[in-house]
């Protein structure tokens, strides 16, 4: 049969929230974002067409204390009351143990999908689902990037990450049969960051033939128009829900007519300076939009259960603590040394790592509270203590020595100090004195390194020598703070630990 009107199919898209379930503010912009508003806008269509999809490409977990503090349960109990129709597993799923993410899913009323993780040789999670949308057969197949294997090894052990392109491949002409249109929920990222050995969005596009609809996540971007690559239509909304993506369509017997894309400010503003009484001044970006009533009560409830805890002071800096991505990424600073100094002083260890990029924020100078802390730690770290001779510790140094700059495994240490000139280390010393090839020292570093996170293989390959002390990281550092400071920092040492020439 010939249908005579097209029908209209819009899909809103979100990705990378990490924890933004709640508005939040950023520099000279209050107020943006939350999924209360999320909800507003999507709704508003919904009143006007029932053929909506509403789509998250992955990374719900890890970002926001509030969150975090609750395994972004307030996120996805949000994200059902929004009637969510299904989420990519992204990588940071795994931030948080089986258990954890087992237990999102069991609540979850929307599926975590992805075609090409898989178990024992069978797919772990639901690899596709169809939804009839006014008619309209959709299948929305899910792809996680590859490189999870290598972000997050603590909890991804067990499974296989296969290539995105060869299971899209296989998956994509089956789908064709059974559906209308057919969309890519992707975890996968775009542009030149993600470059490697791992498949971005582009490629996919350009290598599979017939997919319909990429929506991405993963790299952030923040596109202004869709992408159009081997008639494949490819959108991603950013971050943190600062904007959602609508994708307009009009489909006539069952193929994609016409289409338009938007990325639809969430309360973004523009500041317009001070008005006579010192008010700050925002325009709006697009519309105002107020919060949805049905989302933000219980989103209000769940901030509430962790700002007790998160409110409370554990002690005073006097400095800025520097955790700005950029210099954790490039070189020492009084935070990494705060850091590493806080599992030595817990442990005793003779040596600490930390990868600079485990710290996610700096702390200004004021009171402390516990938020804070967790800001700076989002990810739960525990604390792993083991045995390791001088000439295993001279890898970890000559690894890190070879790092270029901006990377994540960045090193910071505490316990020791070293040089290196073109890479190659010249001077390693511990606690004043040169290391010694033969002798063993207690090495203390985050569970994420020490399983061979940011690739540190070296580490994971010492493991078995020591233990995981189940600590968390962040309390460790705010006992640090409590008892070891004394509540109070007037200064951190900053001297690096580490030159580079
Ligand atoms: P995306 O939200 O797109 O997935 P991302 O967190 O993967 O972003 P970056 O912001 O570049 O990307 O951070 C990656 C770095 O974060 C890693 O190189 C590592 O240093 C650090 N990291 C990631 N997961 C953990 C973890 N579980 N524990 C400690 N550090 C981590
Ligand atoms: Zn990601």
Not at 118 to 129: A, L, N, Q, S
Not at 234 to 252: F, N, R, T, Y
Not at 334 to 346: P, Q, R, S
């Amino acid at each position: 049969t010939i249908s005579l009107f097209a029908t209209k199919i819009s899909i809103f898209h979100i990705n990378d929230t990490h924890g933004h379930a709640w508005a939040f503010s950023e520099y000279h912009n209050p107020n943006i974002g939350g999924f209360a508003v999320i909800a507003s806008i999507i709704d508003e269509e919904r009143a006007k067409n029932p053929n909506v999809l509403f789509l998250h490409a992955g990374d719900i977990n890890t970002g926001v204390p509030e969150s975090d503090l609750l395994n972004a349960l307030p996120d996805i109990f949000a994200l059902n009351r929004m009637k969510l129709d299904a989420v990519a597993v992204g990588n940071h799923e795994f931030d948080k143990s089986r258990d954890v993410l087992m237990y999102q899913m069991s609540i979850a009323k929307f599926p975590f999908l992805s075609a090409n993780i898989y178990k024992d040789g069978k797919p772990f999670f639901t690899p596709y689902i169809i939804k009839n949308v006014g008619g309209i057969k959709v299948a929305i197949f899910g792809l996680t990037t590859e490189e999870t294997a290598i972000l997050e090894p603590l909890f991804s052990k067990d499974l296989e990450f296969k290539n995105a392109v060869e299971v899209a491949k296989q998956l994509v002409p089956e789908l064709r049969k059974k559906a209308d249109i057919v969309i890519a929920l992707t975890h996968l990222g775009m542009g030149q960051a993600y470059e490697g050995n791992y498949t971005t969005s582009e490629e996919l596009a350009k290598e599979v033939n017939g997919i319909d609809i990429i929506i991405d996540g993963h790299s952030h971007t923040k596109l202004n128009e869709a992408k159009v690559i081997n008639n494949t239509i490819l959108i991603q909304a950013w971050e943190w829900g600062k904007i959602v993506g609508k994708l307009d369509l009009d489909v006539e017997n069952g193929k994609i007519k016409e289409w338009s894309w938007t990325p639809i400010p969430v309360n973004l503003k523009i500041y317009k300076g001070k008005d006579e009484n010192g008010n700050s001044m925002y325009e709006f970006v697009g519309k105002e939009y107020k919060p949805a009533e049905y989302v933000k009560v219980p989103l209000d409830y769940f901030a509430k259960i962790g700002s007790k805890k998160l409110d409370t002071v554990i002690g005073e800096t006097k400095v800025l603590l520097d955790g700005e991505r950029k210099h954790v990424r490039s070189g020492d600073t009084n935070l990494g040394h705060l850091i590493t100094d806080a599992m030595m002083w817990k442990t005793g260890a003779d040596i600490a790592f930390q990868n600079g990029g485990g710290i996610r924020a700096s702390i200004k100078p004021g009171k402390i509270t516990i938020r804070n802390i967790l800001t700076v730690l989002p990810f739960g770290n525990t604390v792993y203590v083991m045995k390791m001779k001088g000439s295993e510790v001279i890898k970890v140094l000559e690894y890190a020595a070879k790092l270029p700059e901006g990377k994540g495994a960045w090193l910071h240490v505490g316990g020791l100090t070293f040089k290196s000139e073109n890479g190659k280390v010249t001077e390693v010393m511990v606690n004043g004195k040169t290391l010694e090839m033969d002798k063993v020292y207690t090495v203390v570093t985050n569970n994420y390194m020490a399983s061979g996170g940011d690739g540190y293989s070296m580490l994971a390959e010492n493991k078995a020598s020591g233990y995981d002390t189940g600590f968390v990281l962040a309390d460790v550092v705010v006992e640090y703070i409590q008892k070891g400071l004394n509540g109070l920092i007037e200064k951190y040492d900053d001297t690096p630990r580490y030159i580079r020439k």
